[in-house]
């Protein structure tokens, strides 16, 4: 039989490449003649990089969601519905953590399976403080006492901005001239700016990766950060010197963590493969119950199956991670996936990142971003 040597392309993290590797090395083993290699880019390189240039050389690609609106457009990946496998996607859909299993849903076609699962959530050290703050009043009060840490490179400055306005029940990009109203845009702009204004001015060039290595790391460092996608590893024992504790976002009032901007990733087969069937069985397996609660969560990956959040093995080996962020994630808010909206988030987290520099005003900053949105919809 002739060998099948597939190639995939991830993001560079431990719980992106690792859960990866570990995987791809269990299914060769139980798949003789089937070998997969697995490379990496940085989280940001690997973003701007294009499906079409990844699909034209890697048989899977693990992608974020609001890619497949241009997918879809451009067919650069292979759906997965409608192949004989339709039972196993029920059951996924069946399995999905809040939206990440639909999020991959454009235009009727499933065009990757859910197999991380991320959205804004508050992380601790509770060696430094008892809890997490309990909303965004808390939040703020704790960044005055120089407590908190902020991840506000500018994509995480916009995810930020979104959570909040979606926390609130601001619509966002439902209308066809206008992103935002501009007097809710105008109030989460201030709320964010508050919050800015209260930190270290560093937290302006970290991302929440940069800003959990400083809490981990660091036997001063920052004891809390209320809103950044959560990444488990963090909460594991000997990942870091100082284990990080995770929780519910803080929303405003009592509106609870409602409204954080879903994250996370799902696996893709490219539609150039020259072995789709057996780059879709792997994708399949490894988005199941059976490895996402096993070893895609023990080499170090973040599922986006229930399976695994509501396993106590999981749970115990993380601080309840999963059990302590499930209504964060269950509400989270899915973002707009039409072809260009890729271009909206890059221009647009600029934008508002160029607002807490104070290189703009509230009116500017608001005028901006409608622009951004209409130029990028056409």
């Known amino acids: ?66 890619h497949v609106g241009e997918v879809a457009a451009r067919g650069d990946l292979l759906a997965l519905d409608g192949i004989g496998r339709d039972d196993e996607l029920a059951k996924l859909s069946a399995q999905s953590v809040g939206l990440s299993h639909p999020s991959y849903i454009f235009g009727g076609r499933q065009w990757a399976l859910a197999i991380d699962a991320a959205t804004p959530v508050a992380a601790f050290r509770p060696d430094r403080i008892a809890a997490a703050p309990a909303d965004w009043d808390e939040a703020k009060a704790m960044a005055a006492r120089g407590l908190v840490a902020f991840a506000l490179v500018p994509i995480n400055a916009l995810m930020t901005f979104f959570g909040l306005a979606r926390n609130m029940d601001y619509p966002v990009a439902e209308d ?10 105008r109030h989460i702009l201030s709320e964010l700016r508050a919050m800015a204004a209260l930190v270290d001015p560093r937290c302006l060039t970290l991302d ?20 950044g996608y959560g990444y488990t590893n963090y909460s594991r ?23 954080t901007v879903l994250g996370g990733t799902g696996i893709a087969v490219s539609a150039f493969s020259r072995h789709p069937e057996a780059a879709m069985a792997y994708a399949f397996h490894i988005a199941g119950a059976a490895c996402q609660k096993g070893l895609y969560f023990t080499s170090g990956g973040q599922p986006a199956n229930a399976a695994a959040w509501d396993d106590d093995a999981c749970n115990a080996a993380s601080r309840d991670f999963f059990r302590n962020t499930r209504r964060t994630l269950e509400t989270a808010w899915l973002r707009p996936r039409h072809d260009g909206y890729m271009a909206l988030q890059d221009r647009a987290g600029e934008v508002v990142h160029a607002f807490l520099r104070g290189e703009a005003t509230e009116a500017e900053t608001v005028a901006r971003l409608d622009a951004a949105y209409r130029e990028t919809r056409r």
Not at 9 to 23: I, K, Q
């Open 1 to 66: 039989m002739a060998e099948i040597a597939l190639r995939g392309m991830t993001w560079d993290h431990a719980r992106g490449f690792d859960p990866m590797v570990a995987t791809a090395e269990d299914w060769a083993r139980s798949h003789p003649g089937v070998t997969i290699t697995w490379e990496k880019r940085s989280l940001q390189a690997f973003a701007d990089r294009p499906i079409r240039e990844m699909a034209d050389t890697y048989d899977l690609m693990v992608i974020d969601h609001p």
């Open 176 to 185: 066809p001239d206008r992103l935002m109203d501009r007097e809710h845009a």
């Open 237 to 259: 024992d000997g990942f870091r010197r100082f284990p990080l504790v995770f929780a519910d976002a803080p929303g405003f009032g009592a509106n609870g963590p409602r409204g």
């Open 208 to 227: 929440p990766v940069g800003i959990y290595d400083r809490m981990a790391d660091d036997p001063e460092g920052p004891a809390c950060s209320p809103f």
